[in-house]
Structures are given as C-alpha cells and as structure tokens.
C-alpha cells in the first residue's frame, strides 16, 4: 500500500484530481482486465496503455496515473471526471520510470522481507514454483507464476510486498546491462543462478557475456548474501565471486533412485543427513535439480522434512511448461511457452520417455533471440533425434528448417517437413494424427505454437 505522499517523494507528481491523502492498495497494468477500486498504471510495454484509461474507469478504478505527452491528455481527463469526478488523476513525465521508482520505494520500505530472487536461462519459473510450494508450508509466501520477470513487471509485483513474510521472484534479461537495475530494485536476500544456456545468446553475444550478466543479479544483495549455483554447469562449477558473498553449490548428483512412473518423477536425497523419498507431478530429470535447489533453501530455512516432502509433493507445473494433456486416445504435451536449445532438448528427451505411444510426433517452432548462432543452435536441436524414437518431425518459422535438415538423418521415415506458414503445418497435423499419437510441441512464445494446441484439443474433443 502507498499513498498519493509517499509516491511524490519519489516521482515528480501533479496531482489533477482527487483526494490527495488516499491510499493506493490495489495497482493493475492490464489491457483488459479491470477491476474495481484498483489504482491504474498504463505502461507502455508492447504497446501504449493510455488508451485503455477510460476503460478502467468506467469498471470502477479509483484511480490512474498519465504521462504528460499522452496524445489525448485533455479528452481521457474530461471524460474520466465526467464518469467519477472524484477519480485521482496523478500526472508523471513517464509512467514506465514512475512504476520503476514506487517499486523500488516499497521495497526499501520493506526491506525487512527476504527476497529470493532466480535466474539461469530455462527453468527460472519450475525453480521458484518449487521452492514456494516448499516455504509455503510454514512461511507466507509471494511468488509469481506469470513470467513476470522485467525490471518493469518485478516493480508492479513489488508494491505488493508488504501483505507477505518472504518473496521468491525470477529475474530475467533478454540483453545487456538489464540485470543489475533488477539487482537494485529486489535487493535479495538469496540467488540462485541455475544455469548459462543459449536464451538471447544472439542479443548478449557470448555464454560468457550471458554469465557476467546473470551474476550481476548478486550487486545489490542484503544480509547474508547467499548464492545457490548449479554444480552440474560447467560455466558455474568455476564461477568466482568476492569474499563477501557465501556460495552453496548443489547438484542432480545429490538425488539417487531416479524414477518416472507414468507423470510421477519419483527419486531419493538426503535432507538434514539423513535419506528421504520424493514424488513431484513432473517429467524429466532436469526437474530434479530444480527440487534439489529448492530443498537446500528449505533446509537453509530450517523448514520441517515432512513440510520440504509435502511442498515437493504439491509443485504443480506452471502452464504451457510440458504440460501432458490426455485425450481420446491421444497424449499432448503443451511446452509452448518459450523455447532455448537446452529447454527444447530436455522437453524432447522427457517426451521420449513416456511410455505405450504409438508414434511420436514433434512440432517444432523456431527459436529467436539467437542472432548469428540461430544456424548453428537449430541444426543442433535435429541432431538430438540421433538418440530419441521420434517418427515424425513438423517445423515452422524461417531458422527451423535448420532441425528439419540435421533431424532428417536420423527420423527414418518420409514425415519430415518445414512449413513456411502456420496454418499448413496445422492442416499437415491434423492429417496425419491418429488414436495412439504422442504430439509435442515447442517453440518461441512469439511463434504462438499454444495456437496449434488449441486446434489439436478442439479436434480430437
């Protein structure tokens, strides 16, 4: 909660109308979802919010925030007051860098809150699921499911953190020098960097470049200064920070006894010294090293064994993240929310091993952000098909054709195809589908592939 006082000594404020000793509780970016007495924040991300003010206030908002340049400044003032002329109407020069300053002004307000704070290029959002579903248990926990990872969605998440005990929160760059000012913003208590992939290597130029500003998520730390690394990445297994910080290493080697039964992901590890048995809703071991991170912060935490198995028990896959639809007869896996050479690989490794399919079909998009090593990283993802069963292989978007040229080497059959547009792949699709068919698909979120799912559950409904 802020008030209308606190935010001008922040953010140069005009206030234009409204009781200025209100308080603010409830604050929304949305285009389209508005809700009553909420306080709206039209942003520009993707596109200018401003046109959706009036819109907010017609479903009750108490309030808004306009930038000065706004094109319709005097026409969206007129009819807000005419619709409630007790509206609060808070003039900024930009609404983007007001969010930014009450974000960080809350969270310095609440500094007392331990923040944990993820990165590592996939896995972000399973990792702070997991260790929320763990510290849930005993702490009241925020965390945020949505992707909500950019400087900008991290300083609207941050205004509500003072209705919680502790935050985990991911954070995310797609280019440089985007971290540190999210450093700044979280001051986290904890970081954890689970691994250096290939996501935006085409923006950030190197792995090692994508290293350096995956760790700048570490500058601004408070307290204990304690940062969680990923033993098994080779980038991190050397990784050198200044006396200050205490670094704990953990490792899928820690867990023994892996096994996937059906969509339980069962395996064994050691909490407290002493060994214990695990069953996550999951596919696929890289999930294993997810709950290991989270088990050693919960036994950082001094959170009860029985709570750290109860948490691990209840993780729930966030969507669009291989999610496993069953059907009619037919097994969809949904892990079109983003896409990296490590995340595509392991989605087609865990696809691979789920037993009494029929055929096994992967529709694959491309995925961007890889500049000059797209080539290269594409015709990577086919030669993973050299230890997979896949019998068919469907692509779409200009790099993938990449996969189709490495993957035809090793599917042995005539269903390997490159569309150039969407709607064919879907019509190839829907052709070739029948009862028994294992279909996953996976690509950049920009390629929308959750389309094609959409068609492929209307069909066999």
Sequence with gaps: MLTINEIKKVVHVKVINGNENAKLKDFNISCNNHFKNEFYLPVSLHKDRHQYIIDAVKMGAIGFMISSSCENYQKIINESKEINPKIIILEVENVNDALYKMGEYNRQKNIH???????????????????SSILKQEILTFSDTRNNNTKLLLSLLLLDIDKYNLAVLEAGIASKNKMEPISKLLKPSIVVINNIGTAHIGNLGSKKNILKEKVSLTKYMK?????????????????????????????????YNIEQNNNILKFNAQVYGKPVDFAMNAYGNHNVSNAICAIRIAELLHI??????K?????????????VIKKNGFTIIDDTYNASLASMQAGLKSANNI???????????????????????????????????????LTQGENAKYICESGRKYIKTNEVMHFKNQDDLINKLLNILSKGDLIYLKASKKMQFDTIVHKLLETIL
Aim: proline share 2%; charged share 25%.
């Design 113 to 131: 809150i331990p923040i944990i704070a993820v990165t590592g290029s996939v896995g972000k959002t399973s990792t702070c699921e997991m260790i």
């Design 223 to 255: 307290d204990d200064k304690i940062v969680f690394l990923n033993n098994n990445d080779s980038l991190l297994q050397n990784l050198l920070l200044d006396k200050q910080y205490k670094i704990i290493k953990y490792s899928i080697d820690e867990a």
């Design 304 to 309: 009860n064994v029985e709570n750290i198995v």
């Design 311 to 323: 948490g691990i028990e209840e993780y729930k896959n966030v969507s669009r993240r291989f999610n």
């Design 355 to 393: 037993p009494n399919c029929k055929r096994k079909i992967a529709v694959l998009g491309e995925m961007l952000d890889l500049g000059d090593f797209s080539q290269e990283l594409h015709s990577q993802v086919g030669e993973t098909f050299a230890s997979l069963d896949f019998d068919i292989l």
